[in-house]
C-alpha cells in the first residue's frame, strides 16, 4: 500500500486564485511528521512547510498552510493568491516516527501550472 | 555555506560501467540520504547514514553502495550500471536535532545508462 498518496498528477489554476494540493498518508505509528516540497522545472528542492503529528494547529508558512485533518489522515497544502512562480512539481513526504528525517517517503508529485 | 553539492551534474554510461556519484554537505549534518527519482514516481530511498561509518539500505538499494568514511562525504557507487538505473540522483542531508528539522537536496545528478 502507497504511504503517500497524491491523488492529483496535474493542476491548471487561475493566477491569484488559492490553490488546494491534496495529500493523504498511511502509517501505525503515533509520531510522524509530513513535509511539502517544491520542485521547479530547474529541478531543486525546495522545502516549504512541516506538519507534526503532535501539533494542534495547522502549519503556515507565508501564502502556505497545511490543512492538517489528523483522523482522516490527510495533510492537504493551501497557497493563497497563486503566483506564476507557483508552477512546479509539488511533493508531499513522511517521516514516521520520531527523528530520522533521513528517511522521508515521497509521493509521486502534483504538477501545478498557474495560468496567467 | 555551499550546503549540499553533487558532482557530476550529468553522466552517461554505458551498461556494465561503474561508477561514483559524489555528494559533500558542509553543514555539520549527521543525516545523509541518496534518492533516485524516477517520472511519475517521486522521490525513493537508495541508501542513508546517520553518521560516519553508519549507514543502512532504505527502499531500492539493489545495484548500490555506499559509504560514509567522514561527516561532509556520502558517495554513492554503481558497481555495474544497468539502463534500469537511468535516473536523476539526489543526495540530501538534515541536522538530527529537531524533529521538524528539513532534509536540505543537493541539485541532483542526472544519469543515462546506455
Known sequence: ?116 | NAGVTQTPKFQVLKTGQSMTLQCAQDMNHEYMSWYRQDPGMGLRLIHYSVGAGITDQGEVPNGYNVSRSTTEDFPLRLLSAAPSQTSVYFCASSYSGGEMETQYFGPGTRLLVL
Open chain 1, 1 to 116: 500500500a502507497q504511504k503517500i498518496t497524491q491523488t492529483q498528477p496535474g493542476m491548471f489554476v487561475q493566477e491569484k486564485e488559492a490553490v488546494t494540493l491534496d495529500c493523504t498518508y498511511d502509517t501505525s505509528d503515533q509520531s510522524y511528521g509530513l513535509f511539502w516540497y517544491k520542485q521547479p522545472s530547474s529541478g531543486e528542492m525546495i522545502f516549504l512547510i512541516y506538519q507534526g503529528s503532535y501539533d494542534e494547529q495547522n502549519a503556515t508558512e507565508g501564502r502556505y498552510s497545511l490543512n492538517f485533518q489528523k483522523a482522516r489522515k490527510s495533510a492537504n497544502l493551501v497557497i493563497s493568491a497563486s503566483q506564476l512562480g507557483d508552477s512546479a512539481m509539488y511533493f508531499c513526504a513522511m517521516r514516521e516516527g520520531n527523528f530520522g528525517n533521513e528517511k522521508l517517503t515521497f509521493g509521486t508529485g502534483t504538477r501545478l501550472t498557474i495560468i496567467p
